[in-house]
């Protein structure tokens, strides 16, 4: 498998990864569906979870996919992709996001933290409450971004290991 980031995009988008397999796109499609739970369907048990390894929809040439999980996680990985046939295999294109609630929470916290910032270091002059606000905005911040950067690659990491098992799709 040949991996190439960033084929097509900027040099610094690090929510993109691009992959050229040597797979019939209907082969890889068909597997990927295998192992695509579609939203909505709610397994009875704990086994029939380790079955899916993706939540999410496979249509003709695009897919939007996120890692199956047990329990809610607002910091999982969306995978957007689009999947094109090539006279060797196929090319697939992933963009990686998060929930947009969770875009929103983010923004709405750290704003609500400057502001609370500002207000104790210009307006009711308080050098210690207004370190402090800055701090715990900042270390909210910080984890969020480090807690959606894990849960990106864990992603990333599944991807790899489908898309290296050979023997899955030659069979």
Not at 30 to 43: N, R, S
Not at 62 to 76: A, D, G, M
Not at 144 to 158: A, H, M, W
Request: aromatic content about 16%.
């Amino acid at each position: 498998m040949k991996k190439l980031q960033n084929f097509h995009s900027h040099n610094w988008n690090l929510n993109q990864r691009t992959y050229v397999l040597p797979f019939e796109k209907s082969r890889l499609l068909t597997y990927l569906k295998q192992l695509t739970k579609p939203y909505g369907d709610k397994p009875k048990r704990k086994k029939d979870y380790e079955r899916y390894r993706f939540t999410g929809k496979i249509e003709k040439n695009k897919f939007r996919l996120s890692r199956t999980v047990l329990e809610p996680n607002n910091f999982l990985s969306i995978a957007e992709g689009t999947i094109e046939s090539t006279s060797k295999g196929c090319f697939i294109q992933i963009k990686y996001k998060t929930f947009k609630f969770t875009r929103i929470l983010i923004w709405f916290w750290g704003v609500l933290g400057l502001c609370m910032t500002l207000y104790f270091s210009f307006y009711k002059i308080n050098v210690l409450y207004g370190i402090l606000a800055g701090i715990f905005t900042l270390a909210h911040t910080t984890v969020c971004i480090l807690s959606i950067q894990r849960q990106k690659k864990i992603l990333e990491d599944i991807f790899d290991e489908v898309f290296n098992s050979y023997n899955e799709f030659l069979n």
